[in-house]
């Protein structure tokens, strides 16, 4: 599950609010000795050791073809709606894993319902009893991040095995990452690109991101810039936004694929809208050199300002800050407070 939007909108306000106090304050508009843009973009810092994921809960299967009442509440957001109809089902079948494995969701996301670790870890654990293996997934994200439960990495593991036995997608990546942040032996790399492999195979964006990265890297399988950017660049179709900001980065420098400076400043565009500062970096070094897009210095700026506050420096576009004229600097200034507003 996303954060709730109200922790969305802290962050954007926060770095708004820094991005606005920059450009009144001059700070940045001392003179900066910096390169230009140069040929290539810089690669996006990743992740060596990708983290545990949670997922959305899916939609369940029903027999016979019945409506979910509980489920269709749950997705328009009528969660007490979603409650009421899941313990219904239960009473109905005090075997129905999907129904309890939704009031666990409920629980654990405070839906509805205050937020209790504990009761949704309880909930999962008698779904996952009736084999439903969300629940059985579920229950292992808890215990690896002792969330309801005491931390059980061993357990946790032993969940998501079970999980991917019945092949879901974000416990054979969560075993994937386990395989690489093992604690007690080296990190097995090659095992974890099987899982990745598996796990994207299903459609899971975060494992074709992380089996592109060692395709990129050279880690656990053979390095291949080609294989590189199949799967990062199926990724970022499904809207990964790291996965977006490598593949723009590897389109712009015709890494593994051919160059394409226009789909490359495209996807960052994508990506810096929501608020990925790494993609707001290279968006603006290429509005404030025209490459891919036109030359626009009051949008490279207000990208620039955007993700200097999120902590990605760059004495180069501190440098083309400094040059804005009084008038530029409002420009500047009204963008910020039409994004802010957004």
């Known amino acids: ?22 450009l009144q304050g001059g ?45 269709a509440a749950y997705q328009r957001g009528y969660y007490a709606t979603a409650m009421r109809e899941a313990m219904k089902r239960i009473e109905a079948d005090p075997g129905d894993g999907p129904a309890m494995t939704l009031i666990g969701e409920l629980y654990s996301q405070g839906l509805g319902v205050r937020r ?6 309880r909930w999962y654990k008698l779904a996952a009893e009736r084999s439903d293996r969300q629940a059985i997934f579920a ?32 416990a054979l990546y969560n075993l994937g990452v386990l395989a690489i942040e093992n604690d007690s032996a080296a990190a097995d790399f090659p095992k974890a690109a099987r899982l990745f492999r598996q796990s994207a195979e299903l459609g899971y964006s975060d494992a074709a991101y992380a089996l592109g990265l060692l395709y990129r890297n050279g880690t656990g399988v053979e390095k ?37 400076e226009t789909a490359a400043a495209k996807l960052l565009l994508k990506a810096a809208v929501r608020n990925n500062p790494v993609a707001q970096n290279r968006a603006a070094r290429l509005l404030a050199a025209g490459r891919g897009v036109p030359k626009d210095m009051v949008e490279a700026m207000k990208w620039h300002l955007l993700a200097r506050a999120a902590g990605v420096t760059d004495t180069w576009l501190d440098g083309e800050l ?11 200034e009204a963008s910020l407070h039409r994004y802010g507003g957004n």
């Open 1 to 22: 599950m996303t954060d709730g939007s109200g922790n969305r909108v802290l962050r954007l306000c926060a770095g708004f609010a820094s991005a606005w106090a920059v």
């Open 27 to 71: 700070e940045f508009f001392a003179h900066a000795q910096a390169a230009p843009p140069g040929e290539q973009l810089a690669e996006a810092a990743t992740q060596s050791n990708p983290p545990p994921r949670t997922d959305p809960l899916p939609v369940p299967t029903r027999l016979g073809g019945a409506p979910d009442l509980a489920f």
């Open 116 to 121: 209790d670790a504990a009761e949704a870890a």
């Open 139 to 170: 229950l292992g994200i808890a215990k690896l991040k002792g969330e309801g439960v005491p931390p059980d990495r061993a357990g946790a593991a032993g969940l998501f095995q079970q999980a991917a036995a019945q092949d879901h997608p974000g």
């Open 224 to 260: 291949s810039d080609e294989q590189a950017a199949q799967w990062i660049g199926r990724a970022a179709k499904d809207d990964n936004v790291p996965a977006e900001v490598e593949y723009a980065i590897m389109l712009f420098n015709g890494i593994g694929v051919e160059k394409d």
């Open 322 to 332: 400094a040059k804005l004229s009084a008038q530029e600097r409002s420009a500047v």
